[in-house]
């Protein structure tokens, strides 16, 4: 009993020691709840989620609702945000009021004239603007958008212009917003001047600075002219520096660029005058002490020679220091490193400049780090192209030494190829793993349409009239071998071959190719041989037929863009159409060629040829190259052990260069060049057959002329017999001589030929671009006794056709249709030489020659 009191006495203390506590938490306010008003778009449940202090049943504070405030504040959402509370039933309600920003629904840009919508979205896009349709109403963002907007006119060369925002409401809840861009007049940079210790002329220094230049013929059209701050630093910091380190004076300083707008002299040549506003740009200067090279030491080379690599710097103590030379040449030290395994090559460079002496010594630590070898090469992408087709032509091996530079050259023979879409920088990786020193390169590729199927039809110089069929295919079944049929018709050819090459010969290193075909080719005199045809048409002389089959043989060198190989050729060729007058000229042609006469060439002579060749190929792609070159070297030799009915040697050489141009279009556009040199000398007492002489001209030599209508001209002078049995000649009364009847001239052909075509290429838009071209070509009939036998005739060049240059100037326009293998071409020519006037005999005949001065042609087909 005495323990239960002591119990209940001990409880009721308890109780009483809580009471004050509990009467403080009953003075206490409590939140009730937290209503959301005013949303229209945005969900409660998204606003409820930011609100994280405030909780129905607990405690009201009042710097918890602040905190949550803030928090809604931060997420953008609303222009404006306010907290109402007001006494509910057991405690606070709180509410919060929002209202939200509104939706943009449309963007215009007005008055924008030297940049676009484009470059407007681009800039956004690289600032991360955020200024989109349907994104929320900010001012802010608004001013940061008429801010970048006055930066393109400013880099569009319009620094007066000014730029304003209209902001229209829409109902229900969202606005227009509308850039107003006045661009104002251009002012392009008009003056460029350099002050203080500037060692160098004025014209020596803008000639340093390669993106800010004056106003002139050339820097108006590459948009150098026009002044943008930040491009004017980076080209003083990093060209103008260059230009003074590469003299010595490594310690050059300069001052704040100061720039005004004037009004200056504008020049008197149309369309090149300077503008009215020109900006004047002055450029302060120290150049400080020049600098000579005292002591220059590699250290730690690994497994290159520090004195070999010493060497390369091309300079000695004494001269003076070229910074840029120094640079330059640790950048090859770097690819040097690199095509042995040391990819993480770096140095650490050590120099002291003596003020007094003026000498700068420098001291090259070498760090070659660790040595990596391939682990895998991953080709990506390629769906149908079998792996070992893409793998082999990779000199990059795995297993062995990484090597950037056998990484370039397998990427470049990929694009040679044509299975894919050019593989560029981006698309490859290589990936190092520090631990086990192993690297993995990924390739990633896109594969091209690998067969078409294509129905052609047009004119063309070489076809006339004509209309073929064809199927192609570089990557046959994805093994990559090549096939293709073609068949055409024309008023002047007819062509029905097939063409399959195998460019790994049982999976060796060994290509090898076999074309059949049969052709016809029409020889007109007048649209062929470009003689004057009195009454304007073209007309047939002969119709050559040519059947037979070639079969090609030849192996890349290893690691290597050299190629070397040879052809055998087996031919029957005769021909048929003589036209009525031209007999003795068509089958004089072909005399020596038969066992019998010359008739017998109507059933065909027999061609057996052999061609060892060699060429380098280093272009960056199968079609429409940027950048690289290719050199084909070749003798066909017909004839001698061989067989056949002539014997023949032609040595032939073909040089194309493609070079990005980086200097007008920043690497867009490309020059490119091709030469073509030919000669050919019949040997063993045969004479060059009339159809393996040299006539140029027409859409892929000389494109302002005629196909093959340049050439030599020649004529026969020919005995005349009284016709009694002694068989005496007629005497000419005026000279006491034997009379002889000369023939017409007509075109012979050379047996040296020499082209060279240079375009300048302009890609316009997807499958059409432009070019601007010159073409210049020459023929010459070397040996007048490889002409042939004319029987009792004696064959006589005409001087002043032999030996002429011929030369074609104008544009190109190309456009590629996805059926079609080939680009349409249409060719606007003007022909600066070219003969035109008199020509004598040498029986003292003169006639008229006046070659086309300007062309328009549309073919099918490229150029180079």
């Known amino acids: 009993m005495a323990k ?19 009467a403080q938490f009953g003075d206490e306010t409590i939140v009730e709840r937290v209503d959301i008003r005013g949303n229209r778009r945005i969900p409660e449940d998204t606003i409820r989620a930011n609100i994280v202090q405030i909780r129905p049943g607990e405690p009201y504070d009042e710097s918890k609702v602040e905190f949550d405030l803030r928090s809604l504040y931060r997420t953008n959402y609303f222009e404006n945000l306010e907290v109402q509370e007001k006494d509910g039933d057991i405690g606070k309600v709180i509410t919060f009021v929002v209202r939200e920003k509104p939706l943009i629904r449309s963007i215009e840009y007005v008055g924008n004239k030297s940049f676009t919508e484009s470059d407007i979205l ?16 900010d001012p802010v963002k608004v001013k940061m958008a008429e801010r970048l907007l006055h930066d393109l006119m400013v880099q569009s060369g319009k620094p007066l212009g000014s730029v304003h925002s209209e902001v229209e409401p829409f109902p229900p809840y969202s606005v227009r917003v509308r850039f107003v861009v006045d661009e104002g007049t251009n002012v392009r940079i008009g003056k460029i001047r350099f002050t203080g210790n500037k060692v160098f002329d004025d014209s020596k220094l803008r000639a340093a600075l390669q993106m800010s230049k004056e106003r002139s013929v050339f820097t108006m059209f590459k948009g150098l002219d026009k002044y943008h701050r930040e ?12 230009f003074y380190q590469q003299h010595g004076y490594m310690q050059v300083q300069f001052g704040q660029p100061v720039t005004r707008i004037f009004e200056g002299p504008r020049g008197v040549l149309p369309f090149l005058r300077k503008t009215k506003e020109q900006f004047f740009v002055e450029i302060p200067i120290d150049a400080g002490d020049q600098y000579r090279l005292g002591k220059l030491e ?5 497994v290159l020679s520090c004195e070999a690599l010493q060497r390369a710097f091309g300079m000695k103590e004494g001269d003076i220091l070229n910074f840029k030379a120094v640079k330059d040449t640790l950048e090859q030290f770097k690819k040097l490193y690199g095509e042995v395994g040391y990819i993480n090559f770096s140095y650490l460079p050590e120099h002291h400049a003596d003020p007094k002496t003026k000498v700068y010594d420098l001291t090259l630590t070498m760090q070659p780090d660790k040595q990596f070898f391939v682990r895998r090469i991953n080709f990506l992408g390629n769906t149908k192209t079998r792996d070992k087709v893409i793998r082999r032509e990779f000199i990059l091996e795995e297993g062995k030494v990484f090597s950037s530079i056998a990484l370039d050259n397998s990427v470049l023979r990929l694009n040679q190829l044509g299975y894919f879409e050019q593989v560029e920088e981006k698309d490859y990786e290589v990936k190092p793993d520090e631990k086990t020193s192993m690297v993995d390169v990924d390739i990633k590729l896109k594969e091209k349409s690998q067969q078409s199927i294509g129905f052609s039809g047009g004119i063309s110089g070489i076809s006339g009239s004509f209309i073929g069929l064809n199927y192609s295919t570089n990557n046959f079944l994805g093994r990559g071998e090549s096939l293709d049929v073609n068949i055409m018709g ?55 037929k ?40 068509a089958l004089g042609q072909f005399i020596g060629y038969t066992s019998g006469d010359s008739s017998d060439a109507l059933e065909g002579i027999t061609r057996s040829e052999i061609t060892p060749m060699v060429s380098y190929n280093s272009t960056n792609a199968y079609f429409n190259a940027t950048a690289g070159k290719s050199l084909n070297v070749s003798a066909a030799i017909a004839g001698g052990i061989l ?188 022909n600066p030489q070219r003969l035109s006037g008199s020509v004598t005999t040498p029986g003292g005949t003169t006639y008229t020659i006046n070659e086309p001065s300007k062309d328009v042609k549309f073919t099918v087909g490229r150029s180079f």
């Not at 681009?122 to 109403?137: H, N």
């Not at 630093?233 to 260059?242: G, H, Q, S, T, V």
């Not at 005769?574 to 009525?580: K, P, Q």
């Open 4 to 22: 239960t009191f002591g119990f209940g006495v001990c409880l009721l203390g308890f109780f009483l020691s809580m009471l004050p506590a509990m």
């Open 122 to 137: 681009d800039a956004f896009k690289e600032k991360k603007l955020g200024l989109t349709v349907d994104s929320q109403y």
């Open 231 to 242: 491009k004017l630093e980076y080209d003083i910091e990093m060209n103008l520096k260059a």
């Open 298 to 302: 590699l250290k730690e080379c690994g």
């Open 490 to 544: 024309g008023t002047r050819q007819t062509n029905y071959s097939v063409t399959f090459t195998e460019p790994y010969l049982f999976d060796t290193r060994w290509n090898m190719g076999l074309q059949i075909y049969n052709q016809r080719y029409r020889y007109d005199t007048y649209s062929t041989f470009g003689l004057t045809d009195y009454n304007g048409e073209a007309s047939e002389l002969f119709t050559q």
């Open 546 to 585: 040519t059947t037979g089959g070639t079969l090609t043989i030849s192996r890349r060198l290893p690691r290597s863009l050299w190629t070397v190989g040879t052809s055998y050729t087996y031919q029957k060729i005769g021909v048929s159409n003589i036209a009525t007058g031209f007999e003795t000229f």
């Open 643 to 830: 067989g056949g009915d002539f014997n023949m040697v032609r040595p032939a050489l073909e040089y194309r260069h493609f070079i990005a141009d980086r200097w007008l279009s920043h690497g867009r556009n490309v020059f490119a060049f091709n030469l073509q040199l030919q000669y050919t000398q019949a040997f063993g007492n045969s004479v060059v057959p009339f159809f393996d002489r040299f006539f140029i001209g027409g859409e892929n030599t000389i494109r302002g002329f005629d196909i093959r209508s340049i050439s030599p001209l020649a004529v026969t002078r020919t005995r005349q017999f009284d016709g009694t049995s002694s068989g005496n000649c007629v005497i000419d009364t005026d000279t006491g001589l034997c009379q002889t009847l000369e023939s017409s001239p007509f075109a012979v052909g050379g047996d040296a030929v020499g082209i060279l075509n240079f375009e300048y290429r302009i890609p316009i838009a997807g499958p059409l671009s432009m070019s601007g071209f010159y073409d210049i070509g020459i023929t010459r009939a070397m040996r007048k006794s490889s002409l042939g036998n004319f029987g009792a005739s004696e064959v006589s060049i005409i001087g002043d056709t032999n030996n002429k240059l011929r030369s074609s100037t104008g544009v190109e326009l190309q456009f590629v249709l996805p059926v079609v293998s080939a680009p349409f071409r249409l060719i606007f020519a003007y």
